[in-house]
């Protein structure tokens, strides 16, 4: 099928890439061909598969491509390094001591220093020649196309703009998260700063369109860029993802209590406050409770924490599980578990989108004054809205067995504002409008 105006998505992860992530673009690809745009992707050729999840290639449009450039970058040389550290484990020496797995530890960690101060901007630079060659490849084989730059990761926005730059298609910027504004960019020095945000306005300044995720992202760059088109495309949830012919029946003598998505060092402090208020309900509750967690732990004490308050027999690990997978978690529990971060005020995660969409009481562990306790409020979730108060946990989790009762009937006009092929209408009109520039 030949269309007449095409987005050529510019991403370094894409599925089979599971996680959180991959889920604006893919969901934007699978869509957009619905409101008669093309839609491809320039990605990066994975290495660990540790979050892979090919049922996420399942629904796009079979005229969609996807081109996988190689890379150079430390993190791609680290994850072949990781997977060398893996295959070694078996070869041992006399003093028990594998002489490989050192080997390959010190050049893994000798990698991540590097990464560290060679992220200009970011550590997968050493994909921009390969992306920018097959780029200019797939560009000249397809007619009318508006390149969409996927930040961050912020070589994406580099690779974007040099396609721009030497085709002539115009570029639009999605924003997942901010760039020198977000708050969880760390740079080793300011040179490092200083050419992040010389960067930012050289590619700002030449996109047609930016799209960000939420309001307060969106007043920052039409404050800084006012003669850059701004529009505010939230995250959202796909009505496809919510449909199974069957699911498995709520069991009513056990209290769910699910927490989807990774778990990072920054999480601990949300942990604990579960695991302490979980470990003050009165007995006869407690017995039913079960705390499961689908996704990638890398809170590297989690296990430490969960003897700490004894609560083994609580817990259930699945890790990382398949997206549909992790969705009938969240419709099978009694309420679901959400965090942000104590004094971020910015950030909604995309996760929240689909706990929304799955109808059950989300105990909320965010500030009180920002966009994610706003929109929590806005669908009536203010009830277990904790904010990081330990009096209030206890309090919220006392009264978990109430929870089962609850079910949740959210207004069209709500749904409308976070529904996936809805948003990638949006998007198309952005596309349409930037191609005839």
Not at 50 to 57: G, H
Not at 62 to 80: E, G, W
Not at 151 to 171: E, F, H, N, Q, W
Not at 191 to 202: D, N, V
Request: glycine content about 6%; aromatic content about 12%.
């Amino acid at each position: 099928m030949i269309f007449p105006v095409s987005a050529v998505f510019v991403t370094y992860a894409f599925p089979p890439n599971g996680g959180s992530g991959v889920q604006r673009v893919y969901k934007f690809v699978k869509y957009l061909p619905t409101y008669g745009i093309g839609a491809s992707v320039i990605t990066a050729k994975s290495v660990l598969k540790t979050t892979a999840d090919s049922s996420l290639l399942h629904d796009l449009h079979p005229d969609t491509k996807v081109i996988r450039a190689a890379s150079l970058d430390p993190m791609f040389v680290a994850d072949l390094v990781s997977r060398g550290m893996s295959n070694a484990r078996a070869t041992t020496v006399n003093n028990g001591r594998s002489v490989k797995s050192a080997f390959f530890k010190r050049t893994f960690e000798f990698l991540l220093i590097v990464r560290n101060f060679l992220r200009i901007p970011d550590q997968y630079i050493g994909w921009l020649p390969f992306a920018v060659a097959a780029g200019l490849r797939h560009l000249r084989s397809i007619q009318n196309p508006v390149i969409v730059a996927s930040l961050p990761i912020y070589s994406t926005a580099l690779v974007a703009y040099c396609l721009s730059r030497l085709t002539g298609a115009p570029l639009i910027l999605d924003f997942r998260d901010g760039w020198v504004d977000d708050p969880y960019l760390e740079l080793p020095t300011r040179f490092h700063r200083k050419l992040h945000c010389a960067l930012e306005k050289r590619v700002v300044n030449h996109a047609k369109h930016l799209i960000v995720y939420g309001e307060w992202l969106g007043d920052i760059y039409k404050k800084k860029y006012p003669n850059t088109p701004t529009t505010i495309i939230l995250n959202g949830f796909d009505e496809d993802d919510f449909k199974f012919e069957s699911l498995c029946e709520r069991d009513e003598n056990i209290i769910k209590l699910v927490y989807s998505g990774s778990l990072f060092q920054y999480h601990r402090e949300f942990l604990e406050m579960v695991f302490a208020a979980v470990q003050m309900i009165p007995e006869q509750v407690k017995a039913r409770v079960r705390l499961v967690f689908a996704g990638d732990i890398q809170l590297t004490l989690f296990d430490e924490l969960v003897e700490r308050y004894k609560l083994n027999k609580y817990i259930t690990k699945l890790g990382y599980i398949p997206h549909k997978e992790a969705i009938k978690q969240m419709l099978t529990a009694d309420a679901l578990l959400f965090t942000i971060p104590r004094g971020d005020v910015s950030s909604y995660t995309s996760k929240i989108f689909e706990y929304l969409a799955a109808h059950r009481p989300i105990i909320s562990f965010v500030c009180e004054e920002g966009c994610g306790a706003r929109l929590l409020r806005d669908f009536g979730h203010h009830h277990w809205l904790i904010d990081y108060d330990a009096e209030r946990a206890t309090d919220v989790f006392s009264r978990i067995d109430q929870l089962k009762s609850v079910v949740f009937e959210n207004a069209p006009e709500l749904v409308a504002r976070i529904e996936r092929k809805q948003q990638a209408g949006t998007l198309a009109e952005i596309v349409r409008k930037t191609a005839a520039i």
